[in-house]
Each structure stands twice: as C-alpha cells, then as structure tokens.
C-alpha cells in the first residue's frame, strides 16, 4: 500500500491546517465483512461523487493525484475498513496525502470537496468521554482496560511494574499471569496470628494491594494523557480505593459491579452510560452560568461574535445544536463570517459554518458539547461560552 495513506488512532486538527486544496471528505457507512461488497459499491459511487465535484471546479492536473489515491483506497477498501460493522470511515484526501479514521458510530453517505476537510462528523471522536480507561479492582486483583465507543482492550502492564508485584505480593502474581487478575490473593492469606481476625488480615491486605495499584496507574498507566478513568468495583472497594486514589480525572460515578463478573457488551454499555452522564454534568455546569456570563459580555449566541471570539483565542466552550447545519464559513485570521442560502431540500454541499467554528475551537483547547437544540441558548444553533 502506497506511504501516502494514513489510518489514524487521533485527531490531530494540525495535521489539516495546510493541506493545499483541493481536498475531498468522505464518510462511508460500514457494513462488516458480510457487506463488504456493498460497502465497495457505495463508496465507488462516492467517489464518483468527489470527481463531479472536482471537475466543475478544477482542472484535472489540480486533481490527478487525489484521484489516484482514491483508487489506491477503493482497492483496499475492506483492509482499511477493518471488518467493522455499524460504523463508519472517514477518508479525508488530499493530492499529497490520505487520513483515515475508522469510527464507532455511523456517519455519512457524505461527500465535501472544497479548501477544507470537512470534519463536524468526527466530532463525537473529539468530545469528552470518546477514548476512555477501566480500571477493574477487587480486593486483591486489578485489570487496566482502554475503551472507545465501540471496543475494549486490555492495556498489558510493563515489565518492570510486573517485576515489582511479583516481589510485593508473589501469592498474587508469580510470573505466569499478564495481567494480575487471575490469582486470588484472598486464597493464600499470610500466616497471621493473635487476636486479627480473618476480616481483619483481608482488609489490611487490600488496603497495601489498593497503595500498589494506585501507584502503578498514576505514575505508568495514566502519566502523559488527561482520559476519563472510571472504577469499576463492588461498592465497598469503591469507598476504600476513592479513599487514598491520587489518579488524575478518576471520575465520581463508577460502576457498582466486579468487572470480572461482567460481559464485554454490558461493560461496554455501563461506560458509555457513565460517560453520557458525566458529558451532560458537565455541559449543565457550563451552562447553568451562560445567562449570567452573557449578560457581562462573556458569552454570546450571536454567530459573527463567536467568530471573533474565536480569533481572539478566548472561547472556553463551543455548543452546537445536533443535526444543525449553518451553510457558511468564517476567515480564521479576521473572524469575518459568511452566510450562504440554503440549498434545494437542504442538501449539504458545503462549507458549513459549524465546521469551521469546531476546527478553531479545538485549535485552542476549547471544550465542544453536540447538544440536542433545546439545550443550546438562543436559535442560533451556536453559542459560546468565554475564558474572560
């Protein structure tokens, strides 16, 4: 396969910042390996798409390398999709270079072609809670999962973090296991005598393994990345572990369960749970203050003041109304924002307003919420909360 084709694990906006035009955004629907050929058929036709497009505004010598990489594309097409089955494939192409993203939630039959990627659909890749960590405990095992929308992995633990549970607590970890949770501890207590009773020795022993896996998580397992991490645990090793954690973003809410008595479907189905009520908590805390926030100029619902706000590099929050599309753009140097009319049906052919604000607020860290049009201030469709 050609060096030019990119699959990618995380946005990165400043990958696409100067990519020259023209470039082309595809988002293809996936259908697994049982519609594969269907998948093949659609994306063709997409890229017919794409090629109408380029010739009413280019000349073909513009375009002649993104054309080959579209075939290169289509001719891998099931590798590069992966086997998965209800979600998409974001193909983002330029004649230098192609980026692709397999996502877990479906996106498209879509086309763009213009001086930018479109990229408003891998929004939700991009919100809080879209990559995310499990750390399953007990009282005398851990397991560190990484997951996403649509899968969970296990993360392996380092060789030298296993060298040192195996000194601290050889009954639990001999060598032979990869991931601390299959011994039990509990099983192999230590010979203690007096007046301890069995509960007691359990509990002391949990508390030492709880300071080790705590220890391992903060400074190996988490160090270097701001992801959400939720515990999943029986609701009295909840109380002990949140009791001494020093984990950064360990979220308040966790699951109730022991993760080792759990299907990979339902655990999925409690994170992403968790996940949705975090988001929301934390768009209703924004949100709580925009009227106040507003009304002493630190908020505002107007499009053209958000486009200079945002070139001021001063927007905390970004909200967008789900399923809005605002025919239109802004010039990210001045903050002058353009309108189009509507298209026939409503149609997007692009560039689209919303796109263009997601792309300068992540630029500068700023938080982006997708929220169902009730919940965002004004009718706009927009609205933007301030750092001052």
Known sequence: MEDGISTLANFDSALFEHANPPLASIYLPLHGRAGAEEDRVQFKNLVEE????????????EHANLDGRLDEVAMHLEDLAGGASGGSLAVLASNDQVYLYRMDYAAGPLVFVGERFYTRPLLRELQFGSRYFLLGLSADRFAFVRGDFGSLDRVELPADV????????????DGHEGAL????LENHLPPYHGYKSRKEVRKEEAGKFFQHVNEVVTDHLVRGTDLPVILVSLPEHQTAFRRISTIPHLLDEGIEKDIGGLEAPELLDAAKGVLERERAARAGRLLNGFGDAEAHNRATTDLETIGLALVERKVRALFLAEGAYIPGGFN????????????????????????GFVRAALAQDAEVYELPPENVPGDSGIAALYRY
């Open 181 to 184: 949770d299959y011994s039990s």
């Open 50 to 61: 794409v090629r109408s497009k380029l010739a009413q505004e280019y000349e073909h010598r």
């Open 162 to 173: 296993l060298d040192e549970f195996s000194e601290e607590f050889p009954l639990v970890y």
């Open 332 to 355: 990210d140097k001045t903050g002058e924002v353009y309108l189009f009319e509507r298209e026939p049906h409503g149609r997007f052919q692009g560039p689209e307003l919303a796109d």
